[in-house]
């Protein structure tokens, strides 16, 4: 491949949730601060939304990464789209619990308290992170509504983390009783020119780049086509970098951009 050809020690570009290619963008930044400030608060619930490709996944990683494993249990779900009790297993098998088909939603209701008391008692925060959110049906919301009932005096005793496209802000506000459980609401915006541009240095700087082997016109079509979006930045720069190692080219121009533009629009 190409990695050789450009002097790289990692692939920068991959479509993957890495955190350790994370750009803080002051967006970015706000997002995982406010993520921490729920999580370590136990304050209900943070919504964050975002185009396709804005970093909205890979912020929940780096915020896995940097909540201490020792105080605080974790489930992460990504399969969004199942039936009220169908969720309601897929919850607790996230959070390592593995309940029967057959168990009936109040018995599914107790094992979850249950654990959650235990972390509470070993002084552990319990944290569900769940990703596509917008997928989720009313009827399956409502469920989730119920776990957030599991409150102590001063705090709830789950933090839920909905991350989402844009409409999941629509579809929560239309279900009052979850809404009011919404502490914050964040939404992550494109990248800016500059912000673009930083972002491709990160990722390079990471994947072992020493210098510059973009053209300044060759990231301002990068920008103009991505339009800030993260991850069709990484698309376009993984096939210029692609067309770039076919051709031999000494760095990556405008005309190489346009190649891998037709490319990845397919």
């Known amino acids: 491949m190409y990695l050789e050809y450009w002097g790289l020690k990692r692939f920068p570009f991959e479509n993957v949730p890495d955190p350790d290619f994370i750009y803080y963008s002051p967006e970015h930044l706000e997002a995982l601060s406010r993520l921490l400030y729920v999580a370590k608060g136990n304050k209900g619930i943070v919504m964050i939304t975002g185009e396709i490709g804005s970093g909205k996944t890979t912020l929940s990683r780096v915020l896995m990464q940097q909540l201490p494993k020792e105080k605080y249990d974790i489930g992460l779900m990504v399969n969004t789209t199942l039936a009220p009790l169908d969720f309601l297993r897929e919850v607790?098998?996230?959070?390592?619990?593995?309940?029967?088909?057959?168990?009936?939603?109040?018995?599914?209701?107790?094992?979850?308290?249950?654990?959650?008391?235990?972390?509470?008692?070993?002084d552990k925060g319990t944290l569900l992170i769940i990703d596509e959110a917008q997928l989720i049906s009313r009827e399956t919301f409502?469920?989730?509504?119920?776990?957030?009932?599991?409150?102590?005096?001063?705090?709830?005793m789950l933090t839920v983390i909905l991350l989402g496209q844009p409409e999941l802000r629509s579809i929560v506000k239309d279900i009052e009783p979850l809404d009011q459980r919404v502490a914050i609401r964040y939404h992550l915006n494109p990248l800016n020119f500059y912000e673009t541009v930083k972002y491709m240095g990160v990722r390079f700087a990471k994947a072992g780049l020493s210098g510059n082997i973009i053209t300044k016109q060759a990231a301002k079509d990068i920008y103009t086509y991505s339009k800030g979006t993260p991850r069709l930045i990484n698309?376009?720069?993984?096939?210029?970098?692609?067309?770039?190692?076919?051709?031999?080219?000494?760095?990556?121009?405008?005309?190489?951009?346009?190649e891998a533009v037709k490319d990845v629009a397919g």
């Open 142 to 156: 409502e469920e989730l509504r119920l776990l957030l009932n599991f409150q102590l005096n001063n705090r709830f």
């Open 92 to 122: 607790l098998r996230s959070f390592g619990l593995n309940p029967g088909d057959d168990l009936s939603k109040s018995f599914l209701l107790k094992l979850f308290y249950e654990k959650m008391l235990e972390y509470f008692k070993k």
């Open 235 to 258: 698309s376009i720069c993984d096939a210029s970098l692609m067309a770039g190692f076919i051709s031999k080219a000494r760095i990556v121009d405008s005309s190489i951009v346009m």
